[in-house]
């Protein structure tokens, strides 16, 4: 059977129809690793949970690690990057010189491969926010930093304007900015969300 056209209602203003795709049309892709089996790399990950249970602990340990390339545990016989990585921190709650940064030296972390990202700047000098759908602002930042791991911390902070979190209809493109930006920067994304 052929597709089925559906009559517009008034608010439309042109025709769709439906597109599928049959599962034997698509050739499956390897997913490689930055942390097997926690961070895969062009893809979205969230690590969730009450304040003040230790998200940013983990998140900069995370950091630390992808920064010496070595890795708390791994899965035998599965691909985890062993090689030293940048990573871009995106942080809003906690202050980086009196906080973070403390951590991050703690954690025994190669400071030299974490960068903070600190916002955009216009032709006045101002510094405003990176909200998390301006995907060239983020691939920039990625470009610079040279990041393979990015993490947004919390990412409630970096929502865009009127973005409702009970509302999935101004979500859900923001979710997708951030799945085109890994992707196309070949990064790991982790959000961190209460």
Not at 140 to 149: C, E, M, N, P, V
Request: charged residues 20%; hydrophobic residues 45%; proline residues 7%.
């Amino acid at each position: 059977p052929g597709p089925i056209e559906v009559a517009p209602t008034k608010a439309e203003k042109e025709v769709f129809t439906v597109s599928i795709t049959l599962a034997s049309d698509i050739v499956p892709e390897d997913i490689s690793w930055l942390w097997y089996p926690y961070l895969p790399l062009g893809k979205l990950c969230m690590l969730s949970g009450d304040p003040g249970l230790g998200k940013t602990w983990i998140a900069l340990a995370i950091a630390a690690a992808h920064s010496r390339g070595t890795w708390p545990f791994s899965a035998l016989g599965h691909e985890t990057a062993s090689t030293t990585g940048a990573t871009l921190f995106c942080a809003s709650e906690d202050g980086v010189a009196d906080t973070i940064v403390p951590r991050l030296i703690s954690l025994g972390a190669d400071r030299d491969r974490i960068s903070f990202l600190n916002g955009k700047v216009d032709s006045k000098g101002d510094l405003s926010k990176i909200a998390m759908n301006e995907e060239n602002y983020l691939l920039d930042a990625i470009g610079q930093s040279g990041a393979k791991l990015i993490i947004f911390d919390p990412f409630q902070r970096f929502l865009p304007p009127r973005t409702k979190m009970n509302e999935m209809e101004t979500v859900s493109p923001v979710i997708q900015a951030l799945v085109n930006v890994a992707e196309k920067a070949h990064c790991a994304i982790l959000i961190l969300g209460h």
